[in-house]
Each structure stands twice: as structure tokens, then as C-alpha cells.
């Protein structure tokens, strides 16, 4: 379910750049180094990474189980995605062996606890903690970015650091519209296990798309990188 809904909401930003998602990484790619992107879905990123010399694979695979012998990588990042798996541990282990000893991770996580929004009304809250609940029941955590720096640690990473970016990915009107059609498509399961939570939300972002005037919405980024 969370999948379906990254892909809506990707399908409604500008498609994502290396200097625009990965800038704080750029340092870390040169060329003949090899580089796992985890979770690149079309690969706009990517191939921001290397030069025009640079040979780009794309495999469809198990983040827990990834397909590269140990130690056999130079760099690892990954965007958006550590904040949608129910385990993000144990991928973060999985990095941690296929990096080599003194290889370099760089993630990008979201915090939606530091999301800027104004206004930001009761019928927000409650929509967008309706929001929070489907992003939870699928396996994710909305506010990952808070703690990646304590997993990372915790995975084995050393000279862990950490910066905080807000980025306008959504404009106001979109982020409520397509809060109200994810709260929507939960409905549709009759026997949804958090059926009344969740149409109250709904009701809540139903007021917010017909009453949202001008606004902002900047989301919070935690940009990481450590070593091996």
C-alpha cells in the first residue's frame, strides 16, 4: 500500500536529480568507484551519480537480500526509502556488509514531525495524522528521520554526520489533495482494521482540499553519511 502511494506522489513532483535530492552525496562519487543506489525506482538519480563514462545496471531485488558479494562496494545511498521498510535495521546491516572497510553511506530520510506547514489548521492535523497511521499500518514510520542517526550508529557505522534540509516536494493544494485520495483508497477496504480513525481523517481532508487556500509545505529531510 505505502509503495502505491510513494508512486502517486512522485508522479506528481518534478522528476528527482542528483543535484537536487543528492547534493550533500556528490563528494562521495568519483569516477571507478562502484555504487549500490537502494530503492532508485527510475533511476533519475542515479544517473546524476557518474560521468557519460559511467556503466549503470538496474536490478529488481530483496533490500535484506541484496545480489553483490561482501565488501564489494565503494558507496552506498539510498532516497526515500528507509522510512517506508518495516525493518530498516536490518537493511542498514545489509549495506553494512556489501560496503567495504572504509566505504561511505549516505541516506536521505523524512521527518514529518519537522514538516513546515502554514497553515497548518485542525483539519490538517487531523488529516495528515490519519496519514500517519496508513504509513505506519503498511510497515513505514513518519518520522524515521528523527532516529536513522541512532540506527546507523547502531548498524556498526562510525563518523556518522547529520544535517537537516527542508525541500518543497509537494506545493500546498497538491500535499492535501493527495493526502484526502490516500485516506480514500484506505476506505475502500470495508474492513480496514482502523476504519473509524481513518474516516474521520478522511473528513478532516476533505474540509482541507475545499478550503485550502495559499500555503506552504516544506518537508524535512535528515541527509546522513558514514563510514564503514
Partial sequence: MLEGY?????????????????????????????VVDLGCERGTITLGFGSGQSIVDYIVTDPLD???????????????????????????????????????????????SRARLRPKTANVDAALRGYYLLLRRSGGNPFAGRTIADQV????????????RHRSDLVYRDLATFVE???????????HPDRDQLTSAARSAYSWTRTAGPGDFLQCWTEL???R
Fill in 6 to 34: 510513494a508512486r502517486d506522489a512522485a508522479s506528481k513532483r518534478a522528476a528527482r536529480t542528483a543535484v537536487e535530492r543528492a547534493a550533500f552525496a556528490q563528494t562521495l562519487f568519483t569516477p571507478g568507484m562502484r
Fill in 66 to 112: 541484496l545480489p553483490f558479494p561482501t565488501s564489494s562496494a565503494d558507496v552506498a545511498f539510498s532516497h526515500a526509502l528507509l522510512e517506508r521498510l518495516p525493518d530498516p535495521a536490518a537493511v542498514l546491516a545489509e549495506l553494512h556488509r556489501v560496503l567495504r572497510p572504509g566505504g561511505r553511506l549516505a541516506l536521505s530520510t523524512s521527518d514529518w
Fill in 153 to 164: 550508529s547502531d548498524s556498526g557505522f562510525t563518523e556518522v554526520v547529520t544535517r537537516t
Fill in 181 to 191: 485520495q490516500a485516506l480514500a483508497k484506505a476506505l475502500a477496504d470495508l474492513d
Fill in 225 to 227: 553519511t558514514a563510514t
